[in-house]
T-cell receptor, first 113, second 116 residues
Framework: DAGITQSPRYKITETGRQVTLMCHQT?????MFWYRQDLGHGLRLIYY???????DKGEVPDGYVVSRSKTENFPLTLESATRSQTSVYFC????????????FGPGTRLTVL | AQSVAQPEDQVNVAEGNPLTVKCTYS??????LFWYVQYPNRGLQFLLK??????LVKGSYGFEAEFNKSQTSFHLKKPSALVSDSALYFC??????????????FGSGTQLTVLP
């Protein structure tokens, strides 16, 4: 199916564990983004990527690692999960034009115990 | 730096009445402005955007938004609200800048409830 998908949709983990959230898009969009959504904060950008092998930090990158070896995939890794990383995580993608809107995945709800 | 303010956390409106969800923004230069809607347990869906030209932008599901440069606002409107419009609405801004990183800054969201 065309679009942008995220897996898993729900994840419960423990403090200190490594967790990887997956994002896959079928549009061959150049840009991909990771956001976290927390009550009262809207969406905050964690990392973004302009193309394969090009990534950069967003507003709240600490504790997260990303990679982008292929255009269609943009995994987000929490190297050592903390309770403050309990959140809903959204992946998004957009085309190369500066005025392109972003298209969002369905989200991953992560709980860190 | 760019920022967005959605001054109302919650907006209630009766079905059939017009609705307005407010958004003001701050950027150094010219803005690109976007509205997204989020239904429970779903990702954000794009509604409409302002790039340039006509200040009144029409989007999906009968929504429209008016860009007002002097007031730095981009309020979302609909002439007649439906119960199915009940959702969380986000305004977002990006500065028009050559080579910009495509980063959007989102407001904190406004929960719209349309009462039957």
């Amino acid at each position: 199916d065309a679009g942008i998908t995220q897996s898993p949709r729900y994840k419960i983990t423990e403090t200190g564990r490594q967790v990887t959230l997956m994002c896959h898009q079928t549009w061959s969009h150049s840009y991909m983004f990771w956001y976290r959504q927390d009550l009262g904060h809207g969406l905050r950008l964690i990392y973004y990527s302009a193309a394969a092998d090009i990534t950069d930090k967003g507003e709240v990158p600490d504790g997260y690692v990303v990679s982008r070896s292929k255009t269609e995939n943009f995994p987000l890794t929490l190297e050592s999960a903390t309770r403050s990383q309990t959140s809903v995580y959204f992946c998004a993608s957009s085309g190369v034009s500066n005025y392109n809107e972003q298209f969002f995945g369905p989200g991953t709800r992560l709980t860190v115990l | 730096a760019q920022s967005v303010a959605q001054p109302e956390d919650q907006v209630n409106v009766a079905e059939g009445n017009p609705l307005t969800v407010k958004c003001t923004y701050s950027v150094s230069g010219n803005p690109y402005l976007f509205w997204y809607v989020q239904y429970p347990n779903r990702g954000l869906q794009f509604l409409l955007k302002y790039i340039t030209g006509d200040n009144l932008v029409k989007g999906s599901y009968g929504f429209e938004a008016e860009f007002n440069k002097s007031q730095t606002s981009f309020h979302l409107k609909k002439p007649s609200a439906l119960v199915s419009d009940s959702a969380l609405y986000f305004c977002a801004v990006r500065e028009v800048k050559t080579g910009s990183a495509r980063q959007l800054t989102f407001g904190s969201g406004t929960q719209l409830t349309v009462l039957p």
